[in-house]
């Protein structure tokens, strides 16, 4: 049974917890994972791995099997273009890395919904969802309240731009301490000065909008920390 709340628990500001997996990873290894947790999501990444599509199909199929969705982080920001077909791959979520611009974010929205709403086009048959849902109408209005939009923002100017970003459609932002302190690091009269400051900064941003904040903890022991801090989102690494 395919979940279709998630994109609203996302929203509503539910905790939500994902759990990290290699694309190349065996049933056996995903059921040992996702047992030791009780975990929403899986995720898996193109941006700093090798990636295949067909592997990708055939890891949804599994994870379709477990009942669990899947979230893939696309190879670079300049695929955005190809959110579409990546996602009749089989994925519910994808995050696009390194978001700068409001062009860049409009895209991606562009390209993750269906018309009216968006310009993806028909879908193929790997896609996330699909048994059972053949009308094109019916689909398309399904996706559209249950896929899940990531931007990821890497940077102190895309931290600041948090609230431009947050275009509707965009259920979250989020981002993961390496590549956020080599930004900070170039701007050392910054007053965002940690990835504490960074989280704090961004949560006043988003208040007023229906965009989440998820944060790359990899640590089940930091949930609390940035629970209170407001996070409710957290992606972590599988418990040893």
């Known amino acids: 049974m395919i979940e279709s709340d998630l994109k609203e628990r996302i929203r509503r500001g539910d905790q939500i917890v994902g759990v990290s997996a290699p694309?190349?990873?065996?049933?056996?290894?995903?059921?040992?994972?996702?047992?030791?947790?009780?975990?929403?999501?899986?995720?898996?990444?193109?941006?700093?791995?090798?990636f295949n599509e067909e592997r990708l199909v055939a890891f949804c199929a599994i994870t379709t099997e477990l009942n669990i969705p899947v979230h893939f982080r696309i190879k670079h920001t300049r695929h955005t273009y190809l959110i579409g077909n990546l996602l009749d791959l089989g994925p519910a979520m994808v995050e696009v890395p390194q978001t700068e611009t409001?062009?860049?974010?409009?895209?991606?929205?562009?390209?993750?919904?269906?018309?009216?709403?968006?310009?993806?086009?028909?879908?193929?048959?790997?896609?996330?969802?699909?048994?059972?849902?053949?009308d094109r109408l019916e689909y398309a209005a399904w996706w559209n309240k249950t896929g899940v939009l990531w931007l990821q923002i890497e940077s102190i100017n895309a931290i600041t731009r948090a609230q431009q970003l947050a275009l509707p459609g965009v259920d979250c932002l989020s981002w993961g301490p390496a590549d956020l302190s080599f930004s900070r690091e170039a701007n050392p009269d910054h007053p965002l000065q940690t990835?504490?400051?960074?989280?704090?900064?961004?949560?006043k941003l988003l208040e007023n909008t229906e965009t989440r904040l998820m944060f790359r903890s990899y640590d089940p022991d930091l949930r609390t920390k940035y629970r209170d801090m407001g996070v409710t989102m957290l992606l972590e690494r599988p418990k040893a």
Do not use: M
């Not at 990835?195 to 949560?203: K, Q, S, W």
């Open 102 to 134: 409001l062009e860049t974010a409009q895209e991606a929205v562009d390209n993750f919904y269906f018309p009216q709403f968006g310009k993806r086009s028909w879908v193929g048959g790997a896609r996330y969802g699909g048994e059972g849902r053949n």
């Open 23 to 50: 694309l190349n990873a065996t049933k056996s290894q995903l059921e040992t994972t996702l047992g030791a947790d009780d975990y929403d999501f899986i995720s898996v990444d193109s941006q700093h791995s090798p």
């Open 195 to 203: 990835d504490d400051d960074c989280v704090e900064y961004t949560l």
